[in-house]
């Protein structure tokens, strides 16, 4: 089991779903007091993401045409511990791996021109959420992957963290 953590539209069909599956049975484990910390030390879990990338999940499943009636059990997952996940392995172990995924990147890919919006955003009440304009792509020499983006209420390029960014166009 595990949380890709990356931006689910990168994900094939399979890999999606299962995701999603998976994110019910670390939520059932928990919730029962199983122990999770293997998935924490390897990378493959942070609980305190779980409840958002599932709804981030559920989104894109939506936006595919795909049926979702199973929503995830509300638990207290303070106690669990933290872990982080390597999205950038992730990313890269998907795209060598999985032909579907590999796809969908490139279907996903940012380029100049692209709308976009960092769906972990926090937006106060009644906040509307940012939308920006790729302007310069991912500089493929340099491990950092950012791309320039001009927010619509700003007047300079802020580089972000591809794997914080949703293209929202096309």
């Known amino acids: 089991m595990r949380q890709w953590g990356i931006n689910p539209a990168f994900l094939c069909r399979k890999h999606l779903l299962d995701e999603h599956a998976e994110h019910h049975a670390f939520v059932n484990d928990i919730a029962k007091g199983v122990d999770v910390s293997r998935y924490l030390s390897a990378g493959r879990l942070n609980p305190k993401t779980l409840h958002k990338r599932h709804d981030r999940l559920v989104a894109e499943m939506k936006k595919r045409g795909y ?99 949703e293209v929202v166009n096309g």
């Open 67 to 165: 049926d979702h009636c199973t929503p995830l059990s509300r638990i207290d997952v303070s106690h669990v511990g933290h872990g982080k996940i390597n999205t950038t392995l992730n990313i890269e172990m998907l795209r060598r791996s999985c032909k579907g995924c590999a796809k969908q990147m490139e279907k996903t890919i940012m380029k100049p021109g692209d709308l976009v919006i960092m769906p972990g955003e926090s937006i106060s009440p009644g906040g509307v959420p940012s939308v920006g304009l790729i302007v310069e792509p991912v500089n493929p020499l340099t491990k950092k992957k950012r791309v320039g983006v001009l927010w619509a209420d700003s007047e300079q390029v802020d580089f972000e963290p591809v794997d914080w960014l």
